[in-house]
């Protein structure tokens, strides 16, 4: 599995994960690492240029 399919998994994980509970602080820590994975998958996606 690579990289970024394994971030992909992560975050459906989170979010469904997400929508099965009732804690609320649960529920925000989830989000926080489905909004971090998004954030590594969009640099291994479109990486900057080197100059």
Do not use: G, N, V, Y
Request: proline share 2%; hydrophobic share 35%; net charge neutral.
């Amino acid at each position: 599995m690579s990289r970024q399919q394994d971030l992909e998994d992560q975050i459906a994980r989170a979010e469904r994960l997400e929508r099965s509970i009732t804690d609320m602080l649960t529920i925000e820590r989830l989000r926080q690492f489905a909004a971090e994975c998004r954030r590594e998958l969009e640099r291994l996606q479109h990486p900057r240029c080197a100059a």
